[in-house]
């Protein structure tokens, strides 16, 4: 992990230009409250407070081809700077009223974006795969949702799910708007992935055949970082992104892109495309976290290595029946590179645990959305400035001079990677913890408490 500048959250002048050149955290793939197992909280009024706390400045609109979501998109918001998109003052107000002053000149933008899920046959193989496409404005959205609306039911969730090629889809985005970005989402997911162990491919040309050349970006996904896709040679000319697949506004940015440039569509979406120096890296899960990192049986509870799971020859020793392999076995059996292979001009790569899951250990609790954690959390923000900032880049003395001294200890070994990770598998989410046991724990927060 490279060292970290203290940078707060971006903001505007009075003028509409940002104060300096700063680096904008990106999270492209995000849902509304239309998609299936989401929270009602996945407004925009929602994504907005909590891109602020979080401190995201540029939030995907997700889930545009739903047609009331898409109402909603043109009712709360309007066109901003450079072709992005702002909520409109009688909705951002009252949310910046609620919130603690330091947030309230934030910046939050968003750009209309979607997740689609297509399943087709090719290769004589049924193929399941998701992605997502972003693009500028109302008018290409609108087309794209009239053409897809000939073509299967987009009414139904806010992730439809479409009988066609993924080829195909591609096509139809970059027909309609060749300024639009589609980028093939977690990659890796057994199910789902592009690359996936269940029914995916095993290169980005298998898939898209002619039209691989318009694949410019991809999505890691929860389970893979940065250092496992570079293992990869058919990603070498592909930008590694990473977004949060929020299901519910406190998830966002669980896993996000940082780019560097103008607050613009072309600039920020032209970063991702082009991998230039514009681009300057992603902010992840530990991949263990994920809920595909190792292979498994999740009802059987087996819990493999990649080298156990080659023992057992794939086959579940509970049931008998074969193991949903996960991303890191996936990988190895696509990757021409090592472990510790590392590209020329690596991009930056920074690892994370969310701030109330570290809050959530601190407090021995399981949940991260109870009572105690939750007023915690927004103590700490309100004293120490937004999530992001709190982990990333305030200085560790500042955390513990605001009265957080255990939570200093834990963000330093968080930035320092000294953590201890349990990987996840067959949909189960990993663990990802700062001390080794609750002895471990206890024993720190005692010696705090005598100092
Ligand atoms: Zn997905
Ligand atoms: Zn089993």
New binding site residues.
Partial sequence: MQCISNKLHPRLRANGTLESMQELIVDLHVHSHYSRATSKHCDFEGLYRWGKLKGISIIGTGDFTHPEWFNEMRDRLEPAEGGLFRLKDEFSEPIDKSLPPQFRQALIRFIPTVEIATIYKKGDRVRKLHQLIVLPDFASVSALNAKLERIGNIKADGRPILGLDSKELLRHMLEIEPRGLYMPAHIWTPWFGLFGSKSGFDAIAEAYDELAPEIYAIETGLSSDPGMNWRVKGLDDVTITSHSDAHSPQKLGREATVVQSDLSYDQIIGAIKTNDSRLVGTIEFFPEEGKYSADG?R??N?RFTPEQTKAHNGI?P??G?P?VVGVENRVSGLAERPHDFMPEHPKRVEYIIPLPEIIAELEHTKSTTGKAVNALYHRVLEALGDEFSVLRSVPIEAIRGAGFASLAIAIERLRAGAVIREPGYDGVYGTIRVFKDNEERQKTLNQLSLL
């Fill in positions: 049986h009802a059987c087996i579940c509970v049931c029946k193991l």
